[in-house]
T-cell receptor, first 110, second 113 residues
Framework: RKEVEQDPGPFNVPEGATVAFNCTYSNSASQSFFWYRQDCRKEPKLLMSVYSSGNEDGRFTAQLNRASQYISLLIRDSKLSDSATYLC???????????FGTGTRLKVLA | DVKVTQSSRYLVKRTGEKVFLECVQDMDHENMFWYRQDPGLGLRLIYFSYDVKMKEKGDIPEGYSVSREKKERFSLILESASTNQTSMYLCASVDRFRRGEQYFGPGTRLTVT
């Protein structure tokens, strides 16, 4: 079983739609969680960290469910510019190892 | 503005050549990483360095070595390039004490022919 798993997609959604991605992780000792965005042929960039209490940044909301070992990303009012690959990243307690999911591809259609 | 730079965006090398990929960060970060990214496999950690001259193997270190002589610079070396090392190589750094955002360089797309 992979340490971090994501649905690769693509998720094709119309502009203005709400879309949600989940990411599951296998190590219960994981302590830090992030969502990164990666545009085609570019480097990954931090979208948001994921806190235990959940957090929101504009149209983006991230949640953590430790009991079920998954994190989620919700995007409201999708824009064409949101089209990208979204990477889930997990850091295990006591290590500096960042485990990346393979990414979920989002296409927002006009 | 924080910055991680990599020596080349695109590189074409022949099988058997020794290849050097360089990464420089200007954020005084202790921790630096080398990943390769392949379709369907995501980012895989090759090597990690937590201080000058200190390194740890990642998940796929075979065929690679690294060098960290100065805090700001982390080099990846392919001792004898092979076609299965054709990939996108990404360098990243992070502040040791924050364990937060990893900052990535723009990547080097290496083709070995």
């Amino acid at each position: 079983r992979k340490e971090v798993e994501q649905d690769p997609g693509p998720f094709n959604v119309p502009e203005g739609a709400t879309v949600a991605f989940n990411c599951t992780y296998s190590n219960s000792a994981s302590q830090s969680f992030f969502w990164y965005r990666q545009d085609c042929r570019k480097e990954p960039k931090l979208l948001m960290s994921v806190y235990s209490s959940g957090n929101e940044d504009g149209r983006f909301t991230a949640q953590l469910n430790r009991a079920s070992q998954y994190i989620s990303l919700l995007i409201r009012d999708s824009k064409l510019s949101d089209s990208a690959t979204y990477l889930c990243v997990v850091v295990t307690s006591g290590t500096y190892k960042y485990i990346f999911g393979t990414g979920t591809r989002l296409k927002v259609l006009a | 503005d924080v910055k991680v730079t990599q020596s080349s965006r695109y590189l074409v090398k022949r099988t058997g050549e020794k290849v050097f990929l360089e990464c420089v960060q200007d954020m005084d970060h202790e921790n630096m990483f080398w990943y390769r990214q392949d379709p369907g496999l995501g980012l895989r950690l090759i090597y990690f360095s937590y201080d000058v001259k200190m390194k740890e193997k990642g998940d796929i270190p075979e065929g690679y070595s690294v060098s960290r002589e100065k805090k700001e610079r982390f080099s990846l070396i392919l001792e004898s390039a092979s076609t299965n090392q054709t990939s996108m190589y990404l360098c990243a750094s992070v502040d040791r004490f924050r364990r937060g955002e990893q900052y990535f360089g723009p990547g080097t797309r290496l083709t070995v022919t």
